[in-house]
């Protein structure tokens, strides 16, 4: 019994490694709402649509899950991390729009990649996912939008929407966006499905009866509901776990999680102080 709950703390553990990996998407019905939606506006005649949310509210993995489904149907890219230069970006938009690779120790001529995409109305559509796109600049970002102005390029752009900062706001993005849409954290049954959720697919079953109502409403007052802290605190209290189980069994339940072991995690990461 104890080797097995042992590995499975572990096991648990690394079920919450933050990570972008398309399989391990749960299905919420919000996150659900969102893709839905997402995936009807980009059927739309729209240049650019906002995706916006606080850092951890799932913006990467709803774009690599989208890209993902749709990449048999349509053209679309995913660009995860912005490009070092505008150099490097406009070659990756050159090599997907002409289907060839850009020559040797040359840049892109951006007014012809223009005309050339401007060649393509009618023929092809391509969707770019940007991810991080409050990383690129202001010039490239006046680039990308002469490119979706030819309607042959669409984007979608992901942005962190922090406390103090209204993006939204941001002069670009006044008038270019057509559709937004938000991410946010999630409500404490939405946190305890999305956990509970992670945790059967990984047939942890007595470690998710272990946390139950109660001890995931600390775990929400914690996070906040937000995917990445929540991912957090998981692997902490998974850790604190398999300390525990290993050291000192008789001081764990291993039918339920206490509060005592979640405040550690808790503190551990700084939600709360001693
Ligand atoms: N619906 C979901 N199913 C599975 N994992 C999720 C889901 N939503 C979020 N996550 C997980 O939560 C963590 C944070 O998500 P993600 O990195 O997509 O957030 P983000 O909004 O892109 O954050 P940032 O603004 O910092 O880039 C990741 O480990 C991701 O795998
Ligand atoms: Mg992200």
């Given at each position: 019994?104890?080797?097995?709950?042992?590995?499975?703390?572990?096991?648990?553990?690394n079920?919450?490694?933050?990570?972008?990996?398309?399989?391990?998407y749960?299905?919420?019905?919000?996150?659900?709402?969102?893709?839905?939606?997402?995936?009807?506006?980009?059927?739309?005649?729209?240049?650019?649509?906002?995706?916006?949310?606080?850092?951890?509210?799932?913006?990467?993995?709803?774009?690599?899950?989208?890209?993902?489904?749709?990449?048999?149907?349509?053209?679309?890219?995913y660009?995860?991390?912005?490009?070092?230069?505008?150099?490097?970006?406009?070659?990756?938009?050159?090599?997907?729009?002409?289907?060839?690779e850009?020559?040797?120790?040359?840049e892109?001529?951006?007014s012809?990649?223009?005309?050339?995409?401007?060649?393509?109305?009618?023929?092809?559509?391509?969707?770019?996912?940007?991810?991080?796109?409050?990383m690129?600049?202001?010039?490239?970002?006046?680039?990308?939008?002469?490119?979706?102005?030819?309607?042959?390029v669409?984007?979608?752009?992901?942005?962190?929407?922090?406390?103090?900062?209204?993006?939204?706001?941001?002069?670009?993005?006044q008038?270019?966006?057509?559709?937004?849409?938000?991410l946010?954290?999630?409500?404490?049954?939405?946190?305890?499905?999305?956990?509970?959720?992670?945790?059967?697919?990984?047939?942890?079953?007595?470690?998710?009866?272990?946390?139950?109502?109660?001890?995931?409403?600390?775990?929400?007052?914690?996070?906040?509901?937000?995917?990445?802290?929540?991912?957090?605190?998981?692997?902490?209290?998974?850790?604190?776990?398999?300390?525990?189980?290993?050291?000192?069994?008789h001081?764990?339940?291993?039918?339920?999680?206490s509060?005592?072991?979640?405040?550690?995690?808790?503190?551990?990461?700084?939600?709360?102080?001693?």
């Amino acid at each position: 019994m104890k080797n097995l709950m042992t590995s499975n703390y572990s096991i648990a553990k690394n079920v919450f490694l933050d990570k972008i990996e398309i399989d391990d998407y749960i299905e919420l019905s919000s996150s659900l709402t969102i893709y839905t939606q997402l995936e009807k506006i980009i059927d739309k005649p729209l240049k650019m649509i906002l995706l916006f949310g606080k850092p951890g509210t799932g913006k990467s993995i709803l774009l690599a899950r989208l890209q993902n489904n749709l990449k048999h149907q349509k053209e679309i890219h995913y660009f995860p991390t912005p490009a070092t230069s505008e150099k490097e970006f406009f070659g990756i938009v050159f090599k997907i729009l002409t289907q060839q690779e850009l020559p040797e120790n040359t840049e892109v001529n951006f007014s012809a990649l223009i005309k050339f995409c401007e060649s393509l109305l009618g023929k092809r559509e391509i969707i770019i996912l940007l991810d991080e796109a409050q990383m690129y600049s202001a010039t490239i970002m006046e680039k990308i939008r002469l490119l979706s102005d030819t309607r042959v390029v669409k984007f979608v752009i992901a942005l962190h929407k922090t406390d103090d900062e209204d993006l939204i706001a941001k002069e670009h993005f006044q008038t270019r966006i057509w559709e937004s849409l938000e991410l946010i954290n999630a409500s404490v049954d939405e946190q305890k499905i999305y956990i509970h959720k992670k945790l059967l697919k990984h047939n942890l079953f007595d470690v998710a009866n272990s946390l139950d109502g109660k001890e995931l409403k600390l775990v929400h007052k914690f996070t906040e509901g937000n995917y990445r802290e929540c991912n957090k605190l998981l692997y902490t209290i998974f850790e604190i776990c398999e300390y525990y189980e290993e050291f000192e069994p008789h001081n764990i339940d291993v039918s339920h999680i206490s509060k005592k072991i979640i405040e550690m995690a808790g503190l551990k990461l700084g939600y709360i102080h001693a």
